[in-house]
């Protein structure tokens, strides 16, 4: 099964910019549709992005519509997750997720461990 983890976690003031990696242990990789998913405390982890196996289609929650940006490389078996003019309420642990069904709302069966991510206001 494949591995992910993710890393470019951090602290960052309101209106700056990260950008979140999620690499995966499966030259397979063109096989997964990937994801990337929150959790903020006190909350229920939610969807962020999507994208399909081929990278030719994207999905994102109202929310980080326009100053997200997900894509993949799968050279290098990564996908990246580019957060512009980030909010304090981006405020959570971002986790990146994999899942073989090629269906963009269908769930995810493999997870990485999450990375933190701080918006400062």
């Known amino acids: 099964q494949v591995q992910l983890v993710e890393s470019g976690g951090g602290l960052v003031q309101a209106g700056g910019s990260l950008t979140l990696s999620c690499a995966a242990s499966?030259?397979?990789?063109?096989?997964?549709?990937m994801g990337w998913f929150r959790q903020a405390p006190g909350k229920e982890r939610e969807f962020v992005a999507a994208?399909?196996?081929?990278?030719?289609?994207?999905n994102y929650a109202s929310s980080v519509k326009g100053r997200f940006t997900i894509s993949r490389d799968s050279a290098k078996i990564t996908v990246y997750l580019q957060m512009n003019s980030l909010k304090p309420e981006d405020t959570a642990v971002y986790y990146c997720?994999?899942?073989?069904?090629?269906?963009?709302?269908?769930?995810?069966?493999?997870w990485g461990q999450g990375t933190q991510v701080t918006v400062s206001s």
């Open positions: 997720a994999a899942d073989r069904r090629s269906t963009m709302t269908a769930g995810y069966a493999y």
């Open positions: 499966e030259r397979t990789f063109s096989l997964y549709r």
């Open positions: 994208i399909s196996l081929s990278g030719d289609s994207t």
